[in-house]
């Protein structure tokens, strides 16, 4: 370099007019107008015009430059006149005008799309990634990601929280999602695993008497390909001591409404909402429900066992149920989109799908012959449907008709434009249930993990009846979107042995897994719990993008692949060797 820099091209302003200047960036365009050249050069903090007149020494070499060649320019600060100022730009008032220049790095044409919005299809975008993130869209991202990480930090430690590191290389205890293995050289035949959550350690930091712990820490799950998830992400990691679910609220949403506060101006009301899960489910088909627009769920099965309409009666003798949502101003649909409609409930499991138009008070449907007016008004009134909206009702198990009723509450939403997007709306889900059932494995699993504590009504039934069993777990939805989740833990000994009981797990394997956490539960622990952010789906919803890839600097693909650099790859067979590893495929 020739010189130092003196300022951004974000920096320079009316104010700086007749000082001298020395800016650094990348060719954005170059504009040539009869005898001048125009430059607009670009850099993460904004973009400054540069102007290269004919008698300058910079000009013969202005010309050679092209999109992405690296430059400096040493010049006057000028005000550009009252027609040419570009209010769009911060530094649109003024341009530089160049005495000098230093062309420090030429560049081949971008095979991507660097500025503007981006066209480029992701794949390539993931490939050429260190172009990609020229693009002031990604470098927003990145910068309200680092934002938010600041805030995070600053307010754990306002509130007396220590910052502790946990080990990235530990026992694999394999529940859940499929562990990372990595191999050891010198214990051969052994293995780490990278953890898939800071679970254990944050619960044995209690126990070590650091009552409030928090980390900003990468997580790595094994997990099957899906579209928005990444083999490796980073957690907002947080456990507390001595206290109950309401303390645990009491912080995150302190938390949330600084972040939302300090990086989009919105100041959130708390408390914030919540529900339980068992209404979630009833309401929302799901346990983390999007809130921003209504089209809510509707049961029908007393009001169903009342009608002739055969193909009600008969799902209700099966012990089915009969359930239903508004689409609002729907009514006009045609028979071509209630077909799609209703073969996109079948793929979701359903049978079929019951559409009805709803005109002047009452239906305007083929099954009127089935129903009485009363039982037509009925429906009508406990939908609060109006003229031109349709009904639309599934006959199935509890499990598929909500289940898919939820899905078409989202299609519509989107399809139908509902959803207000600058709008936030949080809520928590509570009272979860403390195990699921796998029909994989034919037993019962944690839904969360199996360290949540049950409630203490619920204790009794554990062996007997694990279905009826309800976790002190709670989840932290944001539009649709669960951002955050954790429980209060198991903090006896007795009870933990009883929920590996539950869980199947027997106690020699849960000695074998668990024996640290056992051993150390019997040398005095405290009441304790925690939760997790997802820390990438948060500045996803942050920023306003729709996957985790645009707020990550260098993320996998769905199918967990860096095309930027190509790992996974292979090695070599003298690495192999030294690991006690045999390559059979």
Not at 362 to 385: C, H, V
Not at 484 to 490: E, H
């Amino acid at each position: 370099m020739k010189w130092k820099r003196t300022h951004t091209c974000g920096d320079l302003t009316s104010r700086q007019v007749g000082t001298e200047a020395v800016l650094m960036g990348w060719v954005e365009k170059r504009r040539d107008h009869g005898g001048l050249i125009f430059i607009d050069l670009r850099d993460r903090y904004g973009i400054t015009q540069i102007r290269i007149d004919p008698s300058s020494a910079a000009y013969e070499e202005a010309k050679k430059l092209r999109s992405e060649y690296v430059v400096g320019f040493k010049g006057r600060v000028e005000r550009r006149p009252d027609s040419m100022e570009n209010k769009n730009l911060r530094t649109g008032e003024i341009e530089l005008v160049a005495a000098e220049i230093d062309l420090m790095s030429t560049a081949q044409t971008p095979p991507i799309q660097i500025s503007g919005k981006v066209s480029s299809s992701e794949d390539l975008r993931l490939k050429y990634r260190y172009l990609d993130l020229r693009n002031p869209q990604m470098q927003h991202n990145l910068i309200v990601r680092h934002q938010a990480a600041q805030i995070v930090r600053n307010y754990f430690s306002e509130k007396n929280f220590v910052e502790i590191e946990t080990p990235y290389l530990m026992k694999s205890t394999p529940e859940g999602a499929r562990d990372f293995l990595v191999p050891s050289r010198i214990w051969k035949g052994r293995f780490f695993a990278l953890p898939q959550s800071p679970q254990t350690y944050k619960q044995l930091l209690m126990m070590s008497g650091f009552d409030r712990y928090f980390q900003i820490v990468r997580c790595f799950r094994d997990e099957d390909l899906r579209a928005d998830r990444q083999p490796e992400f980073t957690q907002i990691d947080v456990e507390m001591s001595f206290v109950d679910e309401e303390d645990i609220f009491v912080v995150v949403e302190s938390l949330v409404q600084r972040i939302f506060k300090q990086i989009l101006d919105i100041d959130l009301s708390l408390p914030l909402p919540r529900l339980s899960y068992s209404d979630a489910i009833a309401r929302y088909g799901c346990d983390k429900p999007d809130l921003r627009f209504g089209a809510e769920i509707h049961s029908f099965s007393d009001w169903a066992k009342k009608v002739e309409f055969q193909v009600f009666r008969d799902n209700l003798e099966r012990g089915g149920v009969i359930a239903g949502i508004c689409a609002k101003q729907c009514g006009g649909y045609s028979r071509k989109q209630i077909d799609q409609l209703t073969e996109q409930a079948k793929n979701l499991g359903a049978k079929g799908l019951v559409a009805i138009k709803i005109k002047e008070n009452d239906w305007d449907s083929g099954l009127n012959k089935y129903f009485t007016p009363a039982q037509r008004s009925a429906l009508i009134q406990e939908m609060n449907a109006q003229e031109g909206d349709l009904l639309l009702l599934v006959a199935d198990t509890e499990e598929v008709t909500l289940h898919v009723l939820g899905e078409l509450r989202l299609l519509l939403a989107k399809q139908e434009k509902w959803i207000d997007g600058n709008r936030f709306q949080f809520t928590w889900v509570v009272d979860f249930p403390l195990f699921e059932y796998s029909q994989e494995e034919e037993r019962y699993v944690a839904r969360h993990h199996p360290f949540t504590s049950p409630k203490a009504e619920d204790v009794s039934r554990l062996q007997e009846h694990p279905d009826k069993v309800r976790a002190r777990a709670y989840d932290l939805v944001l539009n649709g979107s669960e951002i955050a989740g954790g429980s209060i833990r198991i903090s006896d000994q007795k009870l933990q042995s009883d929920m590996f009981q539950a869980l199947g797990i027997s106690e020699s394997e849960a000695r074998d897994k668990f024996g640290f956490l056992l051993d150390a539960l019997a040398f005095g622990t405290p009441p304790h719990g925690g939760i997790a952010f997802g820390f990438d789906r948060l500045v996803m919803l942050l920023t306003g993008t729709t996957s985790i890839r645009e707020v990550i600097a260098f993320p996998k693909t769905a199918s967990a692949m860096s095309l930027m650099d190509g790992a996974p790859s292979q090695v070599s067979e003298k690495q192999l060797l030294e690991l006690g590893i045999k390559r059979i495929v």
